[in-house]
C-alpha cells in the first residue's frame, strides 16, 4: 500500500467538494472567490500534495469564519479541511 494514490483520492474529494461550492449560486462571491483559489492551489502540478494541502486549507480557514457564509457552505468547507489536513508528502 503506497502513500501517493491515497493523497490523490483525498485530493480528487476536496477538488469534488470545492467545484460544488464554487458552482453554487446561492455562495456568496467571495467565498467562492476563496474557493476557486483553493482549487488552484489543488490543482497546481509544481507543488507537493502536502504544500497543495497546505495552501488551500489556509485559503479556507480565512473565509470559514464569514457570517455570510451558508451553513451547508461552512460544513462543506469544514469537510475539506479535514480531508486536507490528512495529506502528508
Known amino acids: 500500500m503506497t502513500k ?18 464554487v458552482n453554487d ?3 456568496p462571491r467571495n467565498i467562492r472567490r476563496a ?7 489543488l490543482r497546481d502540478e509544481k507543488l507537493t500534495p502536502g504544500v497543495k494541502a497546505a495552501n488551500a486549507i489556509s485559503l479556507l480557514d480565512q473565509v470559514s469564519q464569514d457570517p455570510n457564509m451558508p451553513l451547508n457552505t461552512r460544513t462543506k468547507i469544514w469537510q475539506i479541511i479535514a480531508i486536507l489536513e490528512t495529506i502528508h508528502d
Request: net charge negative; glycine share 0%; charged share 20%.
Open 35 to 41: 474557493a476557486t483559489e483553493a482549487l488552484n492551489q
Open 4 to 21: 501517493v494514490p491515497d493523497n490523490e483520492v483525498k485530493l480528487r474529494n476536496a477538488i469534488y467538494l470545492l467545484v460544488s461550492i
Open 25 to 27: 449560486t446561492a455562495v
